[in-house]
């Protein structure tokens, strides 16, 4: 190899192939047991059990894989911001001409710089309460106008105007372009919430784009992004990369939509089921009139000459069985509550006369009233040659005190 390419003036030739191949020798015989420290981005772990991913640091980035067998030794699930140190080989893929970082190992480092940095955001805009679901804005069901905030040329506004297309395509669908990746897409994104806000453009937006690494999706978790949308009067959804993306855009808007297609679902009504819920409408005000008339038709049919008069000599009868039963049941009650009545009268009759002072003059005992004409109770209240009235059953006596005790 050495004498290939240390004659620079001889004319080499080389098919794609030869070429490549030539490189994969190189390569691969020349960087084995390699030790590579770096910050994952864009990882992703493929049905097959595999792991797709890259390295990356201030200057370079470099693709990694992961076989299958190999996962399974490593006891910690890789994310996108991680600091870990790989080991591995360089392998050439031929049909691709394309190198790939195959790690053997992995050993985390630590949380990367952003997302430790996300999450110390995460926590102060938590603090602050822009996260709370008590200042949530409802979602209009059926809004007249939607502002998408997105890139122009991005696959997220083609999946939102698709799926709104195809479920309404009478809906009205403002764009209004954004920067979504890079040093000024936080400002411009900003911007266009504050847009439409202050021309009151739209019932509800959607602010998003489509996938990406950590990086590239950090525009939509800058301040001036989480503040726009805090501060919006109208409801905002936040619709950033894949489902298992996300920003802290998610968590301040009014709702998160998984996807920007899921964003277009959730503004957008089907018209056909729109016309279903008109049709179950119609149906239930059809069968409800339908069965009125019938009611008011049967009450008329009751009405008629000789049915109308059993139907009020019937009522009669049930009106008079009715009568005679309360007339009874009254006559029951006062029966028993006479009886009731003249029970507490003799009580309280016999009560009387046990108390009464014949029944005392009655077992033998009198009555002996002073000289003012009192009953006397006390022999202090007399003197001797006071004369006293003494009442029996039959009769009184007047005598004379001749001593007292």
Known sequence: MDSLFST??????????????????????????????????????????????????????????????????ITFRPQDG??????????????????????????????????????????????????????KKSIPTRPSRVAVITSATGAALQDILQITGRRNPGMNIIILPAIVQGPDAAASVAKRIEEVNTFGLADVMIVGRGGGSIEDLLPFS??????????????????????TDWALSDFVADLRAPTPSAAGELVCEASSDQRDKVRNLRNLMTESLTSRLRDLRLRLLSCSGSTSSAVVQ????????????????????????????????????????????EAVLERGYSIVKGPDGKALTDSSKIQPKDSVQIILKKGQITAEVTDKE
């Open 222 to 243: 800058e301040e001036i992004v989480i503040e726009a949308i805090h501060n919006s009067v109208i409801p905002v959804i936040s619709a950033v990369g894949h489902e």
């Open 314 to 357: 019937n009522r009669l009868i049930s009106l008079r069985m009715h009568l005679e039963n309360s007339t009874a049941e009254i006559q029951k009650q006062t029966k028993e509550r006479l009886q009731r009545a003249r029970h507490s009268l003799s009580i309280i009759e016999n009560t009387m006369a046990a108390l009464s002072p």
């Open 8 to 73: 620079p003036k001889a004319e080499l030739k080389f098919t794609v192939s030869e070429l490549t191949k030539v490189l994969k020798e190189t390569l691969e015989s020349s960087f084995y047991g390699l030790t590579v420290e770096g910050e994952i981005s864009g990882f992703k772990a493929a049905p097959n059990g595999h792991w797709y991913f890259s390295l990356k640091d201030e200057g370079a980035l470099i693709n990694c894989a992961i076989w299958r067998n190999t996962t399974t030794r």
């Open 82 to 135: 991680m600091k870990v140190t790989v080991s591995g080989s360089i392998s050439v893929y031929e049909p691709r001409g394309s190198y790939t970082l195959v790690c053997s190992s992995m050993k985390e480092n630590g949380e990367g710089d952003i997302l430790l940095a996300l999450e110390k955001r995460k926590k102060k805009y938590e603090a602050l309460g822009y996260f709370s679901p008590e200042i």
